[in-house]
């Protein structure tokens, strides 16, 4: 088994941004694009402002490997996603990363 | 099975900050305590600021449900790593939240 490759995006959305629909379509995406793995993803509206600096949501894919976050980065689906979300986020934190699992260890 | 709880922090560590050490002492924290379920981490250090933020670490640990992620925030080893923490870093995001899987879709 290969290194995960992790794709982690945090988001404040603006006001009146059709959020919904926009989770509606970004769940559609992930299950007709094979690349990802798995998706998950969460909302906080309750943390401190401190803690959050505003950021609501939090979406994480999983890939098998790096080579498959490409491809679905280049998918034209991702593609044309991308265009809506971009114009429904006031702020936006992207990482991308190979993922060290700690705990549990990874079976060797 | 309960929704899982997700604890999710990105950083920017200090200039001259001993992440090593930091990395470390997390590793030892989720291994001591029980409460937390899995714990994976990764580092990007080539994205874009634009998307990056100036954010180059991402922690994320899964509890069982929110009752465990309670424990762990007042959980003695916690509190104690929370201020070496807090120590090294320039900036920080934390959102805590019930994880939504959406891919692949939990058994039902």
Redesign the interface.
Known sequence: MGEEF?H?V?VKFKEGAAVEEILKG??NL??EVEA?????????ME?PEM???G?TH?F?MTFENKEAHTAFVGHPKHVEFSATFSAAIDK?????????????PLPA
């Open positions: 992790k982690l945090l970004m769940e992930v299950s990802v793995k798995s998706f998950e993803w969460g909302q906080e943390g803690l959050t600096q950021f939090a994480l936006i934190v992207v990482l991308d990363f190979p993922a060290i699992r700690a705990k549990p």
